[in-house]
């Protein structure tokens, strides 16, 4: 079988995953869930015209000379209502939020007047008709959707679910995942430290990435290469929506992983990714009982990463977190990227699309990216320092320093040392 | 009082916070947390020289002149300790991650060889002394400090800590934040629809961007304008670590908000910042009872933010976010700003730096910037459907399109449409 290119995999991989069903939640645990339903307006909002500042509620026409003096005839605060019509030569005193009384069309800030008393402002400025004025419904109008459904439920989301009195909302359940490390050589966490084994990180690395999207992995432990164990092992990780496995794909001659999956019923998709790190990556599909739509919400899914833990750090980056946040509902599958110029020259044998640790910082002219040191797979903390991935396309020789390149930005949360601004 | 300038007030906060106190969690729950202690490694690794790849452990001097015919006297997987020491005319069947055997000091990948018969193979390439081999050492030697206090926890992180079987940690602890709306005109989320008020909205807004840091905030209610209640309300919010309280701050005669917190003893240190939206912005410290370090964790912080949900959130993100990531022990404070093209021309009153809210596309020449309509500090759902924020310098009196600008990310995850890579 002949390697897949990055996005050949991913696309195979994309189309393979189907959105998952939806589930009730409350809005105090909705952040970064997708919304699996259309939200209305249920009400107009604001429900009439009002002050969008602190200011006099005025006759825009009262104003078409200046200076004029006004005559306060009230005192409108935000949940007040106006008691009283505003007729020429009067002004009413209005808070921000509060209803533009009748016979007012504008608002006059109370920085640009004069008060004389407390019954009487002058004004010195003209302004138009629904200056500062907020029109009733310029928010949102009763009835209208709000937010339809594939919305991802961010803070601003919340905002608006909060307005429209939303506690309790359908969203896009989360995938179950479960992670499986493999191989005789792994020491598990909470063994004794044996100088001939490789102590487990994968399962911890991969957890971590996946809660990073917001989903509480199950921890199958380490699989022996032992055929009836570690069919036991996949099994079990099968009941799950997705299964990743790490170690055990290599086209060594101990590899049971790729047999005992397809045995269990796997179909396999591919398990040669044109890509470095990442090197042996497999995905298979166990497809589910039912039929249609719904068969594609039962089947899971294996990916088989490779056991160096960069390789497998990567390969989730480019194809396991794109397809759990497609399971999610989510539109937005993939890390951004930024633009970055090179800090130093790139030598590459082309052949693989190749996925470079960076750091990033920032100078006048923009982004620089250097590479954090060896790129050797085995190296973990080449990762843990990383802002970013340097993306190389498989054709490159290598580049020279300066050159512009695109990094994926590798933060969970996208933030970075400085503002950055001219302000 | 003058306003101040937003960087001005980002150092008066920034100044003002000080780094929480350490406690212990547990590997699980300490993805997004921030290193209180160094950690060392264990032991080195790999414990001795290993394969970097499945091949075979070759002696280089053998392979001067090839091609050569070599006896094959042992199969090491990983986890396999060798047995044999290899000869001149010997190798070893080697497995990625398995030590390399005495006498052995290259790795020969399987690919560029030829079996013979089980016993032996022909290598056609000459390779260096050390080729594919990684080094005794090469990831961690033991006793070295592989993450030192302050790092921030990601994956990668987690995947060392895993290494180095670090299952439990001191980090810097959360700060515990309250969230208090006040004013008569606001609507409780469980309440009634009453068309004379206004949906409590920034509760649950200014919930979920807390959220996102990874804090649970206590949510406090609304406190009416009534100087009982408000202090009542006040001095419960102060016995947190922050206390966030939107509307009441205005310059208006309705205020009940500043004088209260000032009698509580809080001493405020600005009210008004030169940033739109976001007017008006206030920020004060109720000083512990202790003395020194100790005194400063002790403090608690008040912001007194907007009404306007907008510019509640624009507030929180660029002065409230960077705080409480200080006191957790990040070093990344500020949202991670893009350059972009404006897609239309923007018009500006200059005096105060605005954010505006724009949904970011991509095209051959990188990110586009355009507005998201409306820019009314109003309207929530500008909020809601924004990448990020473009920041407009105060002295600026517009931008034509084409304009180069920084726009600052708003996506808590960072991911994006398309992968936006040549490969």
Redesign the interface.
């Known amino acids: 079988m002949e390697y897949l290119?990055?996005?050949e995999a991913?696309r195979v991989v994309l189309e393979s995953v189907a959105l998952l069903n939806a589930e009730s939640v409350g809005?105090?645990h909705s952040?970064?869930r997708v919304l699996a339903e259309d939200i209305r307006a249920?009400?107009d909002?604001?429900?009439y015209d009002v002050s969008?500042m602190?200011g006099y509620a005025v006759r825009s026409a009262d104003l078409v000379q200046v200076p004029v003096t006004l005559e306060v005839i009230e005192d409108i605060?935000?949940?007040d209502?106006p008691s009283k019509i505003v007729q020429p030569g009067q002004c009413a005193r209005i808070?921000?939020?509060?209803?533009l009384p009748q016979g007012a069309d504008a608002v006059m800030r109370?920085e640009d007047t004069q008060e004389i008393s407390t019954q009487l402002i002058q004004v010195v400025t003209t302004i138009k008709d629904g200056h500062d004025v907020?029109p009733q419904g310029?928010?949102?109008r009763n009835g209208d959707v709000?937010?339809s459904a594939g919305?991802e439920?961010?803070?601003?989301?919340?905002?608006?679910?909060?307005?429209?009195?939303i506690?309790q909302m359908q969203v896009y359940r989360r995938p179950r995942v479960a992670i499986l490390s493999t191989?005789?050589?792994?020491e598990a966490?909470?063994a004794p430290?044996d100088?001939?084994?490789?102590?487990?990180?994968?399962?911890?690395?991969?957890?971590?990435?996946v809660?990073?999207?917001g989903i509480t992995p199950a921890l199958l432990g380490i699989a022996r290469?032992d055929p009836l164990e570690l069919e036991r092992y996949l099994r079990l990780g099968l009941e799950y929506d997705v299964l990743l496995v790490s170690g055990g794909t290599?086209?060594?001659v101990?590899d049971y992983v790729r047999p005992t999956i397809e045995k269990l019923g796997v179909s396999m998709k591919f398990w040669r990714v044109a890509m470095k790190p990442g090197h042996p990556l497999a995905f298979g599909v166990l497809h589910g009982a039912a039929a249609g739509e719904e068969a594609k919400q039962r089947d899971a899914f294996v990916f088989g990463l490779p056991?160096?833990?960069v390789s497998s750090?990567v390969c989730f980056e480019e194809f396991v977190a794109p397809s759990l946040?497609r399971m999610m509902g989510?539109?937005?599958?993939?890390?951004?990227?930024?633009?970055a110029r090179l800090a130093h020259p790139l030598k590459m044998r082309p052949g693989r699309?190749e996925f470079v640790r960076v750091q990033l910082t920032?100078d006048d002219a923009?982004y620089v990216a250097s590479s954090t040191g060896?790129q050797?797979s085995?190296?973990?903390?080449s990762?843990?320092?990383?802002d970013g991935l340097l993306?190389m396309?498989?054709d490159s020789t290598g580049l020279a320093a300066g050159a512009q390149v695109?990094v994926?930005?590798?933060?969970?949360?996208?933030?970075?040392?400085?503002?950055?601004?001219?302000?």
């Not at 085995?378 to 903390?381: A, D, N, P, R, S």
């Open positions: 290119r990055v996005s991913q809005l105090e952040l970064g249920n009400r909002l604001p429900p969008a602190d605060k935000a949940g209502m808070m921000t939020g509060a209803p109370v907020r310029e928010n949102m709000v937010l919305t439920i961010t803070p601003g989301v919340i905002g608006i679910l909060a307005t429209v009195k506690t191989g005789n050589e792994l966490i909470n430290v100088m001939n084994k490789i102590p487990d990180s994968n399962t911890y690395a991969l957890m971590a990435q809660q990073a999207l290469d290599s086209v060594g101990h056991g160096n833990p750090m946040r989510h539109a937005r599958l993939f890390r951004r990227t930024v633009s699309t920032h923009g060896t050797s085995g190296v973990l903390l990762m843990a320092r990383a993306v396309p498989s695109t994926q930005l590798l933060d969970g949360t996208a933030y970075q040392h400085e503002t950055n601004i001219r302000e």
